[in-house]
């Protein structure tokens, strides 16, 4: 596995299967939710979900190294999970992985892109600085949260963009280092919502 740490990254979404299956396996829809912009990301998924992926429709999709995407049709729901091959986390083991992590926000965009902007064009904006979550959030004008996690929180704010916030470190009432994404659909570019000072 080249020294790839164990993970397990599960999403639930009110998406039907077959519709998930199509934004992970269409090049021009996973642009739509999975990393941000920039100048190589079109590359990036060519090599991960085109030159180096094996698809097994409807429901799962041999990633390099040793990772593996599911599909489980829930009613009309999809469960989509993402794991090593290899090797599974040990129970109860929540310490920071960052492929892991990385997968969990993917995964979290794909959920909002296919949830509330399944037609819609993206736009992103990342910045880093140092706060709290809740700083950036209220910063930011959050309304409803997303994803509430150890390493990660998200929320959309009051004009309906997602705004995530990442740190190597547990999220906790004191300043950290953070990576904030702004997701938007239908601007150009996002409008930065007024983030801490310092963020940049």
Known sequence: MDGLEPFRVEV?????????????TEPERIRQWFGWEH??????????????????????IELEPGQRIELAASGASTIVRIVTTEAEPAPGDDGYNEIGEGWRCFLEQLRFFLERHPAGTRRTLRRSGTATAEEVLAAADAEEIWVDGRYQRQAIDRAGRLIGVFGSQPLAETPVP???QITAFGEEPPIDPGLPEGFG
């Open 178 to 180: 953070l990576a904030v």
């Open 39 to 60: 100048e190589g990301l079109d590359a990036e998924i060519g090599y991960i979900f085109v030159e180096h992926a094996e698809r097994h429709g409807p429901d799962r």
């Open 12 to 24: 639930a979404m009110d998406v039907a299967r077959d519709v998930v299956w199509r934004a992970l």
